[in-house]
Structure formats: structure tokens, C-alpha cells
């Protein structure tokens, strides 16, 4: 039996972890959150404890580890700004890391991991499950075997009320801002499709939409990403919130299913020793930081092209 521990029971994500550990038949032995509206736990491990103070739940997984009951894998779903600090955790707990997206903000922090990492012996594994997704397996499968540059339009949105900027995730300073927040994923998964970027350029940045510009070794690649419902697409399906689009070479690739599934097949390949690790996340935390300090005109543009072309 795996031992699981989680960081952030509370989050948005946290219910796909916890499914996740019911997959590989682990067991969740321990969850902090400062918020206590954690009823999704009954579903999952209604026997877990449960701390909302942090220093309690570090006592217990201590107690463990010096019982000789070490928790396994310390699951981290906390805010992106506390990351850095809830993995170092895991590691000087005897235990190794599951960290949600982004890992870190900047690539500073992942030197920094990679140091405790090593002095340790413990590993850090990070969620990256677009690289898993049956549809970007092809994609890169075929570009592999393809000779011609491509040419990639990305559209992320993620339409969030206004909640969103009043919470942490509307800091750049803890969330990083729309590019690391909701755009982290789609980068890495950019560069693990068309190879290392070459250069780029940023087009628009504010507090609810970025685009630019990526040459990658295999592509060049327009993008934007928004959390602004009113860049939804018209004449979408009313009820949905979120509108994913990428075309290469003018042809749609569809990996808007099986999403909630990818937690659990990430969780596989980590329990299995074949996890995502540093070196693995480091472009794309190299790329968002680089984007967050970029000299760009800043203000609220009109409803990008991208998403326009797609109503036309």
C-alpha cells in the first residue's frame, strides 16, 4: 500500500489527486488545508486526518516518519506561490513530491529543488499530463516524422468570474500571472511537441489576457490565453466556460476529452519510477517567467482574432 499525503485539500484540483490515490491503491493518510470545506474527502478517504494548521500536520507526518511509517508522497495542490516551499517540505520529511502545475515561478527555484533533491535522495515529480494525453502523443509522434516546419495557432479560455482577481490567483505575484496560471501546461506541452524555442516574442499582457508568438525548432506557433469570458467563442455550446482550440497547419487537433483522466495516468507512471521531473518542467517555468518580466504594451485588448476567426 502507497501512503499519500496532501497539501491543499481544499483546491480545485485537489478531488482529481484524490482519485488519482484510490487508482494505484494508495491510501491518504493526512490532508492540510487552511479551508475546511473539505466534504469531496468522504468520497475519497473519509479516514484521512485532517489538519486546517499547518504545524499540525507537520507533527503527524513527522510522528510517522520517526515511527518508521513514512508517508510515500507528499501530494502538493496548494497556491503556485507556496510550491517551492511545500515540496521542500515533502523531501525533508523523507518523502517525495507530487507537485501540481507550475512547480515554481521562476527557474531559480527549480535550481534550488534540484539541490535538496540531491542531498536528500528523494525525488520531485511534477504534473504534466498534456504529455500523456493519447492525441499529443500522435501529434508529436507525426511531427517527429515530418520534414516541414509547421505552423500552430493555440486558443486557451478559461473564462473565470470575478472571484478570480479578487483571490490569489488574480496576484501575479502568487499565481504568476495568466501565462503560468492557466498557460503553463499548454507551453510545455508546445515544447515537448515541436522542440525547444528559438525565440518568441509577447504581443499583449494584462491582468486577463496574454498572446505572442513561439519559433520552436518544428513550428512557429501564435497563441493566447484568457481567463475573460467574453473572449468565448459565439456560437458555442452556451453552457460551456472553457474553449480549447489548436490547429497545425490548419487542421484541428481535438484533445478536449479525457482530461479528468490524466491525474490517474500520471499517478501511474510516478508509483511506477517513470514520473516528470526538474529537468523536464525547466523550459516551460524558463518560458513563463521570461514572459512575466517581457516589455509589452499593457491594457485590455478586444476579443483576439484568434478566438474571432473561430465564431466567423
Not at 497539501?7 to 488545508?33: E, Q, S
Not at 518523502?95 to 531559480?108: H, M, Q, R, T, Y
Not at 484568457?226 to 472553457?242: E, K
Request: hydrophobic share 40%; glycine share 8%; net charge negative.
Amino acid at each position: 500500500m502507497t501512503n499519500f499525503a496532501l497539501i491543499g485539500a481544499a483546491g480545485y484540483v485537489a478531488p482529481r489527486h484524490m482519485k488519482a490515490m484510490r487508482a494505484v491503491d494508495g491510501t491518504l493518510k493526512a490532508a492540510v488545508d487552511p479551508n475546511d470545506s473539505v466534504g469531496i474527502m468522504d468520497s475519497h478517504f473519509p479516514d484521512a486526518h485532517f489538519f486546517t494548521e499547518f504545524e499540525r500536520f507537520d507533527r503527524y507526518i513527522d510522528k510517522q516518519r520517526r515511527s518508521g511509517e513514512c508517508i510515500d508522497y507528499v501530494s502538493v495542490c496548494s497556491p503556485n506561490y507556496l510550491h517551492d516551499a511545500h515540496v521542500r517540505f515533502a523531501l525533508r520529511s523523507d518523502s517525495d513530491a507530487i507537485c501540481e502545475k507550475p512547480l515554481v515561478l521562476n527557474p531559480w527555484n527549480v535550481d534550488g529543488l534540484a539541490e535538496i533533491e540531491a542531498s536528500t535522495g528523494r525525488r520531485i515529480n511534477t504534473i504534466l499530463q498534456l504529455r500523456l494525453h493519447p492525441a499529443i502523443i500522435a501529434l508529436k509522434q507525426k511531427v517527429q516524422g515530418s520534414d516541414r516546419r509547421h505552423s500552430v495557432d493555440l486558443s486557451y479560455v478559461a473564462s473565470r468570474g470575478r472571484w478570480y482577481h479578487q483571490s490569489w490567483k488574480g496576484d501575479d505575484k502568487k499565481s504568476g500571472g495568466v501565462g503560468t496560471n492557466i498557460g503553463v501546461h499548454f507551453f510545455d506541452m508546445l515544447n515537448f511537441v515541436f522542440g525547444t524555442v528559438t525565440d518568441s516574442a509577447l504581443h499583449l499582457r494584462n491582468e486577463r489576457q496574454m498572446s505572442g508568438f513561439l519559433q520552436c525548432e518544428k513550428a512557429d506557433i501564435r497563441w493566447f490565453l484568457s481567463v475573460d469570458r467574453n473572449d468565448l467563442p459565439a456560437g458555442i455550446d452556451s453552457g460551456r466556460s472553457t474553449y480549447r482550440a489548436v490547429t497545425v497547419d490548419g487542421e484541428n487537433v481535438e484533445f478536449s476529452d479525457g482530461f479528468t483522466d490524466l491525474h490517474t495516468a500520471s499517478y501511474e507512471a510516478i508509483v511506477a519510477g517513470d514520473g516528470f521531473g526538474l529537468e523536464d518542467v525547466r523550459p516551460s517555468i524558463e518560458m513563463v517567467s521570461a514572459m512575466r518580466t517581457a516589455d509589452v504594451e499593457l491594457g485590455r485588448g478586444e476579443q483576439h482574432p484568434m478566438t474571432r476567426q473561430a465564431a466567423e
